[in-house]
């Protein structure tokens, strides 16, 4: 394997991590972003989508499977996240640090619980034929280079995902209302627009893409309780650096981290680029402590 | 149309409103005066629901609407400027008055719903401005928006707080204009807080006067002089 082809191959790593962290990080910035909740249990809605995805699998095992995979995985953690809205975080309104700790044992109740019922070893599922392969340049400078359709399929969701929710904020009636809220939620109620209902329909949108991140997950690792967490610390990451609800910050944020543990990857072990991304973080936020695109002007200062 | 029965609201432990009774009629234009921290904010905050009633009973349109939500109150036809007047500063001049559509779709206009003609008949600076940001616009073009905005859901009761609060002079005018309009063209009920005495003589039928969360004095604009509460309201 040539060298240009490790260096792009560790490019497209860094990208499609990107993505399913673009995934994972995408309810967790619009949530904090409108109701200031950090929702502990967010990683779980990964690991739930997996589960989801495995089980629909197991029982529709049939071309269609695939797609049915992606829509009961998404719609099956949005119902998870509209009921934890409803029963949970909508009564502990204003009380962010009780939030954390009630989600955190919603966090390890889930996790336990996919213990008991799958078992501590991972599920795999396996991605249907027309997504195993891969493209591999076979000769020049480049072979050796090897693009896994999965991982490609996985750039595309996110890229598609993050274009919906973009359409939905800017152009639809539920877009203008969440905008509203964000920027005056008192005034928006004045209004006449239903905030709780706002609230319940933005995080359950969260929770159901974290679903489908979980979904397409399962076809590069497998599937088990503990998936959330080993994506959820960066997916925090990302909403620190991006921003706070601020979806263009969310999207170069995730680009940022990927990229950074992939191309540090090439030079040292996958610990230490932890630790180098988690350094360079800390540092980053010393300058800019609202993330890359700080909200400007005297209003929102006044907010 | 609206009633207020003994509604006592605070913060916390401290009282702000005590004993508050009033009555605005449908159509009817009724000021409240008072001296700054009298709980004038506060008790239209009260009434829009933005503000828990600690006390008493509030009535709109034949419900009680003590414990409902704002939204629901909004829905149920009143409109709010609020003081400071509550613009959306990164939505545009358009999307602000949209949002004034939102009591509407929630009664259940559906897409019919769709901004009445005479907002920009009586605030023609709005159509120039509709795409501009809210937070830029002065202080004047904001208390239009916001009153448009109060408008486009077709309130039957308009609650007004000092919508000429350091606002320029010439503006001033035009938005007193506006008022007049309204009052004649639209027959919506106002409850208008207001600091220009004269103004407020000149445009309402009934007027109370608040102080220390009390209301200290109550009539008919043409039976008492603006003189006679005068002293009510100078510091």
Redesign the interface.
């Known amino acids: 394997m040539g060298e240009y082809a490790l260096l792009a191959g560790q490019l497209f790593n860094g990208v499609s991590v990107a993505s399913i962290l673009l995934l994972a990080a995408l309810g967790l910035a619009l949530s904090f972003g409108l109701m200031r909740v950090i929702n502990m249990a967010h990683g779980e809605m990964l690991m739930v989508g997996g589960y989801l995805s495995f089980l629909t699998y197991r029982f529709a095992p049939a071309r269609l499977g695939f797609v049915l995979a992606l829509i009961v995985a998404f719609v099956g953690a949005a119902a998870f996240g509209a009921l934890l809205e409803l029963v949970l975080i909508r009564r502990l309104y204003g009380r962010p640090l009780d939030t954390l700790l009630a989600t955190w044992g919603v966090s390890l109740a889930l996790q336990q619980a996919a213990r008991s019922i799958f078992g501590a070893i991972g599920v795999e599922v396996t991605a249907p034929k027309w997504l195993s392969g891969s493209f591999t340049v076979k000769s020049g400078a480049m072979a050796g280079f090897n693009l896994p359709y999965v991982r490609l399929f996985i750039i595309a969701l996110a890229v598609a995902v993050l274009s919906g929710t973009w359409l939905l904020i800017q152009r639809t009636?539920l877009g203008?209302?969440v905008?509203?809220v964000h920027?005056?939620r008192?005034?928006?109620?004045?209004?006449?627009?239903?905030?709780?209902w706002v609230d319940l329909a933005v995080f359950a949108l969260g929770t159901g893409v974290a679903g489908l991140a979980g979904s397409v997950l399962a076809f590069i690792a497998p599937v088990t309780p503990t998936v959330g967490q080993s994506y959820i610390v960066y997916a925090f990451l990302v909403v620190i650096l991006g921003g706070l609800g601020n979806l263009l910050g969310t999207l170069l944020a995730a680009a940022v981290v990927g990229l950074f543990s992939a191309g540090a990857q090439i030079f040292t072990s996958v610990s230490f680029a932890d630790v180098l991304l988690l350094m360079f973080v800390i540092a980053f936020i010393q300058f800019r402590p609202s993330g890359i695109f700080a909200?400007r002007?005297?209003?929102?200062e006044e907010a | 149309m609206l009633t207020l029965e003994q509604v006592g609201a605070g913060y916390g432990l401290s009282r702000v409103l005590n004993d508050v009774s009033l009555r605005v009629g449908p159509g009817e234009l009724v000021t409240m005066l008072g001296r700054n921290g009298a709980g004038k904010t506060t008790l239209l905050r009260t009434i829009v629901g933005l503000h828990p009633v600690a006390a008493g009973k509030v009535t709109f349109a034949g419900n009680d609407v003590t414990g409902m939500m704002p939204h629901a109150r909004a829905r149920s036809g009143i409109g709010y400027v609020p003081q400071g007047r509550g613009i959306f500063p990164h939505l545009t001049v358009r999307e602000n008055l949209r949002l004034g559509l939102a009591a509407r779709f929630g009664r259940g206009e559906g897409r019919g719903a769709k901004l009445p003609d005479y907002i920009f008949d009586l605030f023609p600076v709005l159509a120039r401005l509709s795409e501009r940001k809210g937070g830029l616009l002065s202080g004047g073009e904001q208390q239009q928006l916001a009153i448009a905005r109060a408008l486009a859901s077709k309130p039957t009761l308009l609650l007004l707080d000092e919508p000429t609060e350091g606002i320029q002079p010439s503006i001033v005018q035009d938005i007193q204009a506006a008022l007049k309009r309204i009052r004649c063209e639209l027959n919506v009920a106002m409850l208008l807080v207001e600091q220009y005495l004269d103004f407020a003589w000149s445009i309402a039928d009934r007027f109370y006067v608040i102080q220390r969360g009390s209301i200290a004095a109550a009539g008919d604009t043409r039976e008492c002089s603006a003189d006679s509460v005068a002293h009510l309201m100078s510091v």
């Open positions: 009636r203008l209302y905008r509203a920027q005056d008192e005034m928006a109620q004045a209004l006449g627009v239903n905030t709780g909200a002007g005297r209003a929102l």
